[in-house]
């Protein structure tokens, strides 16, 4: 009976985000009927697809035991320069291009910055962030861009019947999955996050490994502002900002650990940034304050920190207790 309690108390940390989002999900339903129409559903998810593909990078740095602070700045530099393009009349293919490769060379940068000058991550991005925000605000001139309709047609598209936004997050998706399931690199990464004393007497790569994750989230980061600015059509002095708090709550709400080498992007870090939409579709609809909804999203970010933190400590509990059933 107490391994099968215990079991069961290990199924529900590590199914925590789920739970949550449908505890939210039957309470908006309950307060507006127009929360379940499918035309909203479907809002949802386009809404949450550039969140998503950002958490899924992120979701990489985290599981190494890292952090990346300039995500959001990524997203505004990316967009900046891609709306500049276009304003001058470039091709829209010239202007993806640029996104993506601003994004690894962000990535790059920071990777450089962990790997080889051996700073701490939080200060590397922190820094980047600010660096970022900076170049953002002169490449604006801290005025919104309102930019050529063929990026709208683009954010509008379908593609075998889908929304371009759902696609771009479900090719990301599979691929970071497939990566990190399939790969002898995913396995490396989630060595490393383990234990990275572990991983080096292992003969992993830990220094290759670190900074392929941070350039991997450089460019999810690249790719979620080309799917967010396709759907506004504008790039304002405010564009990303703090996306990267957003990105982590994701990722923790969805099981990756702060910690590292526990977590994944499904069903996890994708359950945390649909569930955040909805509860910003779900205020919305009930026609909240608008005041409210820092609060909210303050109090979800609080939530993903204190249900990993509580996961951590009950998991490495109830894993030792395994072990004494198992050695009786």
């Not at 490769?101 to 701490?120: E, H, W």
């Not at 991983?199 to 992993?204: C, D, R």
């Not at 999203?297 to 204190?306: D, G, T």
């Amino acid at each position: 009976m107490i391994v099968d309690s215990s079991k069961a108390q290990l199924f529900m940390l590590q199914q925590a985000s789920i739970l949550l989002f449908l505890a939210v999900f039957v309470f908006f339903g309950l307060l507006s009927p127009a929360f379940l129409e499918p035309r909203n559903l479907v809002n949802i998810l386009v809404q949450s697809s550039s969140a998503a593909i950002v958490a899924i990078g992120m979701t990489f740095v985290l599981l190494t035991g890292g952090i990346d602070l300039s995500v959001g700045s990524i997203m505004l530099v990316s967009a900046a320069v891609a709306g500049k393009m276009v304003l001058a009349g470039m091709p829209l293919a010239f202007a993806i291009a640029a996104i993506v490769g601003i994004g690894l060379l962000y990535g790059m940068l920071n990777a450089f910055c962990v790997t080889r000058l051996r700073i701490i991550p939080f200060v590397v991005t922190l820094a980047t962030l600010y660096l970022g925000r900076g170049m953002g605000l002169w490449i604006t001139q801290t005025r919104a861009m309102n930019l050529p309709d063929s990026l709208l047609q683009l954010g509008t598209a379908r593609i075998m019947g889908l929304p371009f936004p759902i696609v771009a997050f479900l090719s990301v998706l599979i691929c970071a999955h497939a990566i990190l399931r399939r790969t002898a690199f995913g396995i490396q990464i989630y060595a490393l996050g383990n234990s990275r004393e572990a991983a080096e007497k292992a003969g992993i790569p830990t220094q290759r490994t670190t900074a392929w994750v941070y350039i991997i989230c450089g460019l999810c980061a690249a790719l979620g502002g080309l799917v967010s600015v396709a759907q506004l059509g504008a790039v304002s002095p405010t564009f990303g900002n703090q996306r990267e708090f957003a990105a982590v709550a994701a990722a923790v709400l969805g099981g990756t650990s702060l910690f590292g080498g526990r977590g994944g992007v499904f069903p996890g870090t994708v359950m945390g940034a649909i569930l955040i939409q909805t509860v910003e579709n779900g205020l919305v609809i009930v026609n909240a304050d608008p005041y409210l909804y820092p609060i909210v999203m303050s109090l979800i970010i609080f939530l993903a920190v204190l249900v990993d933190s509580i996961r951590h400590s009950r998991i490495l509990k109830l894993s030792r207790r395994f072990i004494r059933i198992r050695k009786s």
